[in-house]
């Protein structure tokens, strides 16, 4: 149980353009979604948290017009990069939390989509 | 505010050899969780245990250990016997409460566990 996957697992895009990441928990129910970003060699950085419903809380720093994010359902979240740049490239993670399990915080992680920007 | 430490960047152990990742933890609330993940090459995160901070018995699973101290802040976490495939990096991670209900993640900088055969 508590699989979540991520599609794409890489993408190879130009500058200027846009990209949509998705984040599916399979076997369970996500209030909650965070997005991640993770440099190479890096500890993981919290980009924004995803709200089923509502709209997402950033992180300080991060541009909530350049990734825009959203949870439509309880099992599906988008990250979106916007107008990507060649720093954006990186390993984006997200994660979802068991709405059964709220209280503990136990975050499950999807496999990551490595973004190139060239 | 919170902190977790991983002073360990990288360890490098000769198969079946014990070894033990060391993570210490600040946080002022009484009440947190804390996690080990395994990360192996492929990059996806694998969640390996959750602790929650009133409860401080050891746990063990398989050849996987962990040590949880309150009083040293510590939470380490030990591979018995080391195998080729525990190869990977290993993030302690602490969750608390915020003041905006939600909670906070905060991730360790991570150890990188080399297993050599």
């Known amino acids: 149980g508590a699989v979540v996957s991520q599609h794409p697992s890489r993408v190879i895009c130009k500058s200027g353009t846009s990209v949509k990441i998705e984040c599916r928990s399979l076997d369970f129910q996500a209030t909650t979604m965070f997005w991640y970003r993770q440099f190479p060699k890096k500890s993981l950085m919290l980009m924004a948290t995803?709200?089923?419903?509502?709209?997402?809380?950033?992180e300080q720093g991060v541009e909530k017009d350049k990734f825009l994010i959203n949870h439509a359902s309880l099992t599906l979240s988008t990250l979106t990069v916007t107008s990507a740049h060649p720093e954006d490239s990186s390993f984006y993670i997200c994660?979802?939390?068991?709405?059964?399990?709220?209280?503990?915080?136990?975050?499950?992680f999807g496999p990551g989509t490595r973004l190139t920007v060239l | 505010a919170q902190k977790v430490t991983q002073a360990q960047t990288e360890i490098s152990v000769v198969e079946k050899e014990d070894v033990t990742l060391d993570c210490v933890y600040e946080?002022?609330?009484?009440?947190?969780?804390l996690f080990w993940y395994k990360q192996p090459p492929s990059g996806e995160l694998v969640f390996l245990i959750r602790?929650?901070?009133?409860?401080?018995q050891n746990e063990i699973s398989g050849r996987y250990s962990w040590n949880f101290q309150k009083s040293t802040s510590s939470f380490n976490f030990t591979i018995t016997a080391s195998q080729v495939v525990d190869s990977a990096v290993y993030f302690c991670a602490l969750s608390v409460l915020s003041g905006a209900g939600s909670y906070q993640l905060t991730f360790g900088k991570g150890t990188k566990l080399s297993v050599i055969p």
């Open positions: 946080t002022r609330d009484t009440t947190y969780y």
């Open positions: 995803s709200n089923e419903g509502s709209k997402a809380t950033y």
């Open positions: 602790r929650n901070s009133f409860d401080e």
């Open positions: 994660s979802a939390r068991d709405r059964r399990e709220e209280s503990t915080d136990t975050q499950y």
